[in-house]
């Protein structure tokens, strides 16, 4: 990889580290949910359909709810008036930045780990035998 291409690349890994910081073991839960909110705002019923749509992972109620906090705390999403008891929330501006610095962070490293496995096919045997 030329020289250009790896600092281009370790800079988008920074940004997206540093988007979703501190999330830890919710960085995933993150993710999904921050994915889910760009399409409009949701409560956290719809946001677990609309995730389990998307992603074919269904967050449960502890984690959903604790990944909404956290994200709510960070300013990455706000929560909206609602006439009932739901609770809808929105993304933020922040949250959307941060979201895409995430997003072409991980691209970045899935475009790297294609092209090395379409370089060396027998990579696929490996752990097979």
Do not use: N, Q
């Given at each position: 990889m030329p020289d250009d291409e790896?600092?281009?690349?370790t800079a988008r890994q920074k940004a997206g580290e540093q988007a979703l910081a501190g999330f830890g073991r919710y960085a995933g839960p993150?993710?999904?949910?921050?994915?889910?909110?760009?399409g409009g705002v949701r409560h956290g019923y719809a946001l677990t359909?609309?995730?389990?749509?998307?992603?074919?992972?269904?967050?449960?109620?502890?984690?959903?709810?604790?990944?909404l906090a956290r994200l709510d705390a960070q300013g990455l999403i706000e929560a909206v008036e609602s006439?009932?008891?739901?609770?809808p929330y929105r993304l933020t501006?922040?949250?959307?930045?941060?979201?895409?610095a995430h997003l072409e962070a991980q691209r970045a490293t899935?475009?790297?780990?294609?092209?090395?496995l379409a370089a060396n096919p027998?990579?696929?045997s490996w752990g097979t035998r």
């Open positions: 790896k600092a281009r690349l993150a993710t999904l949910i921050l994915s889910s909110l760009a359909k609309d995730i389990e749509a998307f992603a074919g992972v269904r967050l449960a109620p502890g984690t959903l709810y604790e990944a006439d009932d008891r739901r609770r501006a922040a949250g959307a930045t941060a979201l895409r899935a475009d790297i780990g294609l092209r090395r027998e990579a696929a």
